[in-house]
């Protein structure tokens, strides 16, 4: 209904007089899979979407990945967590609550404390906070460029990480480079420039690897609704406030 709704603004013609009707086409009839109702980012290369299928994807294209964290998404402990009602679970950008929970569960606590000047957010992310039932928002987006890489203080133990969890995997060929957004490097010790500034990586190009930063902008400002809501409003709330950047994104996108 949101697309067709957008059909005279993209024509210009008088709707829906002049614009066959495809709702029906439209409905997804099928219990979306993972993710299956997230609209993504058409700028972001795709094998068989926006990329042709006779083109070969060569070893130097790589995806470039950002990971980051945002401690303004904190949560409130519900009352009554079993009245909870949850129309969306994991369909979208947020992963299914109970698998994630039984990750953290079991997932070994053995973060290192940061050495790095003013680095803050990654010390006090294990703050006991017993009024909380969620500290924060982790998320991964896609930056321009040729490059998998992530955040330093994410990349720490990384493959030992998901090597010893039942609910996350990694293809054994996988390159991964570490690095570090310009803005979050100047939190850094001096010697964390030469390791991880995206200036020394080969094929990152004239990036600043902090779209990330961008979009937590506009969740920042809801931070303070959402903490008060049940967890199934919140993360119904916060998928839907994603998917419109990105539809926006791809309606926009032809423009200049």
Known sequence: MTFMSKIRWLTNEAFPSHVPDRYRELLQPDIPIDGGLALFCPACPQMDINIPPEIEWKPEDKPQLV???NMKLVHLIMKRPEDDVSLSNGELFMVKRVPYAEHLANAPQRQPKSKCNNHRA????NVNRNHLDCTGKGACAKESGKLIW????????FRQRVSESEFLELWES?????AMGK??????IAECFSKFTLNFVEGAGQVDGEILETLWSPLDE???LTQVMSIAHRQEFLDACINDSNWRKIIRIGRN
């Open 67 to 69: 990971v980051d964290g």
């Open 122 to 125: 990654q010390n006090n992310v």
């Open 150 to 157: 992530t955040t330093q203080s994410w990349i720490v133990h």
């Open 174 to 178: 996988l390159e991964i480079t570490g």
């Open 183 to 188: 803005w979050h490097l100047v939190a850094h």
């Open 222 to 224: 809801v931070a303070g």
